[in-house]
């Protein structure tokens, strides 16, 4: 049998890809926050993204290179979409060592207006985030400190169930059951 | 004052009560120069002293059991584990209706680029 580096959250992209190639009639690669994704961040994203944290505009080297040192390979979630060349979404979470969450931290997608896959980024997040959260036996997946403006989409299309920040230390998040 | 260099608190009895004199003196300089100084009782810094044992105790007692007490990883599957997992149609989208995964995958234009 021929022994590969690929991981438990490969087989998760190759599966999310197949759901989406035939469905979005795009093309669709999904990979790490490798340093492919993070130059092509820095080149194409960082010169025009006019947003600002927390409502997107993340500094994704900083971000990426944080969670790489805080947590292993195994208790990271991490996605970077392509279209061809085009990198079009990038997402970061961290998985819990017991069996509760998948938590996914940051989201965003390309600040390019009219880039292939808009309005398909936050499907393909949720879709890997959901897959990986299954396939580990967790039992829910959490969206940490979601955008205002989104929380509705979460809660109505998505069916993600928010609550509000409780105390100082708290975070607000959106979690939705994945054990069926 | 990047590299310079403190003693460390001193302690002093002072010769009238019995209070102690702290304070932070920077010999680094050729005249002495004292940053900070204060004088506590004596009883007052024992008191401390006695109230922070416990907590001390159980903070050492901690730091030896953290390790026993989290709770280890779960173990993962393999590439090929899960390659078969959704291809047994296990996985969260092969068992969603269809309308479901119509919804799932249409397109949606939302905030961020998302």
Redesign the interface.
């Known amino acids: 049998m021929i022994k590969t580096n690929k991981t438990a959250l490969d087989a998760v992209y190759e599966k999310v890809e197949i759901v989406f190639a035939s469905r979005i009639q795009q093309s669709l690669r999904l990979t790490r926050i490798d340093f492919a994704a993070l130059r092509t961040w820095s080149e194409t994203w960082e010169p025009i993204n006019k947003r600002e944290p927390p409502n997107g505009g993340w500094d994704w080297l900083y971000k990426r290179n944080y969670f790489y040192k805080k947590y292993s390979t195994r208790l990271r979630f991490e996605v970077a979409i392509w279209n061809d060349n085009e990198l079009c979404g990038l997402s970061l979470g961290r998985i819990t060592r017991d069996d509760s969450n998948n938590s996914i931290h940051y989201a965003e997608g390309s600040p390019r207006l009219g880039h292939p896959l808009t309005g398909h980024i936050l499907n393909i997040i949720l879709l890997t985030g959901i897959e990986y959260a299954k396939l580990l036996g967790k039992k829910r997946v959490r969206l940490v400190d979601p955008v205002e403006n989104l929380i509705k989409v979460y809660e109505k299309r998505y069916k993600f169930e928010c609550i509000k920040k409780k105390g100082l230390l708290g975070s607000s998040y959106c979690e939705k059951e994945v054990l069926k | 004052m990047k590299y310079a260099y403190y003693d460390s608190l001193i302690f002093q009895k002072t010769e009238t009560d019995s209070r102690v004199r702290i304070s932070i003196v920077d010999s680094t300089s050729a005249t002495e120069k004292t940053l900070w100084e204060k004088v506590l009782p004596l009883y007052l810094l024992i008191f401390v002293f006695i109230f922070a044992m416990p907590f001390l105790v159980l903070f050492m007692i901690w730091i030896m059991l953290k390790s026993l007490l ?5 173990p ?8 078969q ?2 291809e047994d149609e ?4 092969d ?1 969603l209706s269809e309308p479901e995964k119509q ?12």
Do not use: D, I, R
Request: aromatic residues 16%.
């Open positions: 989290v709770k280890k990883a779960q993962q599957p393999t590439y090929e584990e899960a390659k997992w959704f296990k996985g969260y989208f068992n919804q799932m995958v249409s397109k949606k234009k939302l905030p961020l680029g998302l």
